[in-house]
């Protein structure tokens, strides 16, 4: 009996051993943002964060959810439809739309801080308390900052979302499957690798934008398509951008095109972009641009020269809108893919391999984090995602080396902007 007793030990002790070491060697996954499907759940919620609260805000209070309504948007079986919007001298205030093409105010908030990371978190977390969904999508509308962040709140001494506290509010809140911005110079480098973690798919600008409709678009799409796939609806948005601001541009744009040829201003021809991106394909993205980033450090006083030619001819942002001063000509950020496909000389492919085998791997590696891009004419050489690289020295921000932003954390692209800024 004590023989038998002993064997059961010593099994359960290999069993142990053999589970732990099988625990140990589990890989550790990123969780997934997708939540599992409750009784009554809906395929998606899609949730806007309309900050109008500064003085380029145009309207009333209602205005966000009447666009909506005049677009004949409303919820489904199949999707949610959620407002937060703040206008400059009006309360905040929280709306559904329902099935039956309703604006239900569900609360008046007064006077919030919608620059406040908690504002942001709170608002997906109601979203999801109350409108739970297998799969979430937010759209930040207001004034874009590119790596800066977004949602600048005049009433709240001009603050804004910084890209570090829009990170945590969407750690706080689980995250999101899809998050765009109706928001100026958002398609950058910088804030999409900042949010890697927390969503599925980034949508940005590279340049100036403003309202559309691409974004009530997709809705209908999702009611019709409920169980299409995340990378797909991001792609059928970049298709319906594409429909309303065709490559040659609208006839609204060359009307303002002519206006400002007739107030001598440069006229600003058709430049809108907008890109998706797949989160997943960040970080081996952002690593080959800090090896490119090292090469060009490694030997600055060679290259310099080829850099600041190339500056001045690589797809730069925002669009030129006056000819003085000479900032507002050429913008603070480039296209990436560009700028490598521009220093990637024969020269240099003779004598530094290294920097074509760099350029070489950013593009591909940014092909692949591209879902869909478009561009118009303004933009003939957009890609889908900007850098910071201000031509003039005097522009540069020191914030951008200080910042929080896990990108300058993770590469040595600030290190090489000083490096071309001090070298001779």
Not at 157 to 173: C, F, G, R, Y
Not at 340 to 359: C, W
Not at 361 to 384: C, D, F, K, T, Y
Request: include cysteine; charged fraction near 20%; aromatic fraction near 12%.
């Amino acid at each position: 009996m004590k023989l038998k007793y002993i064997k059961n030990i010593k099994t359960y002790t290999i069993i142990i051993v053999i589970m732990t070491l099988l625990l140990f060697h589990i890989p550790q996954l990123k969780p997934d943002i997708v939540h599992s499907q409750r009784v009554g759940q809906k395929p998606w919620t899609y949730m806007i964060y309309a900050d109008a609260d500064n003085a380029d805000a145009i309207g009333t209070t209602g205005t966000v959810v009447d666009a909506l309504l005049a677009r004949g948007v409303s919820s489904s079986e199949n999707i949610s439809i959620v407002v937060l919007q703040d206008f400059i001298n009006d309360p905040a205030t929280l709306w559904s739309i329902d099935e039956d093409h309703n604006a239900t105010l569900l609360e008046n908030l007064g006077e919030i801080n919608m620059a406040n990371y908690t504002t942001l978190r709170d608002f997906i977390n109601y979203c999801k308390n109350n409108f739970s969904a297998e799969r979430y999508m937010i759209n930040l509308w207001d004034h874009g900052g590119a790596w800066m962040g977004a949602c600048w709140d005049y009433t709240n001494n001009n603050d804004h979302l910084t890209m570090d506290e829009i990170q945590k509010a969407l750690n706080e809140s689980g995250g999101v499957n899809i998050i765009g911005f109706t928001a100026c110079d958002m398609g950058c480098i910088e804030a999409a690798y900042e949010l890697r973690n927390y969503t599925d798919v980034y949508i940005g600008s590279e340049e100036a934008y403003g309202y559309s409709e691409e974004w009530t678009d997709i809705i209908k799409f999702i009611d019709e398509n409920p169980k299409e796939s995340t990378y797909n609806i991001s792609e059928k948005i970049i298709n319906s951008f594409k429909e309303y601001f065709p490559y040659f541009g609208n006839t609204l744009q060359w009307k303002l095109v002519l206006q400002t040829i007739i107030h001598l201003d440069l006229p600003y021809f058709p430049s809108l972009t907008l890109s998706a991106v797949r989160t997943d394909k960040l970080e081996v993205l952002v690593s080959s641009i800090d090896t490119f980033a090292h090469v060009l450090i490694k030997d600055i006083s060679l290259y310099k020269p080829t850099i600041t030619r190339e500056r001045f001819k690589v797809d730069n942002y925002p669009y030129p809108s006056k000819l003085i001063p000479p900032s507002l000509i050429f913008g603070d950020y480039i296209d990436i893919y560009h700028f490598t496909e521009l220093m990637d000389k024969p020269i240099f492919r003779l004598l530094k391999p290294e920097l074509h085998d760099a350029a070489q791997q950013v593009q591909e590696h940014l092909e692949q984090a591209i879902i869909a891009e478009h561009h118009q004419i303004g933009h003939r050489n957009a890609h889908g995602l900007t850098i910071y690289f201000p031509l003039f020295y005097q522009y540069y921000s020191s914030e951008y080396t200080n910042s929080s932003l896990d990108f300058t954390h993770d590469t040595q692209w600030d290190e090489f902007l000083d490096a071309y800024r001090s070298s001779k």
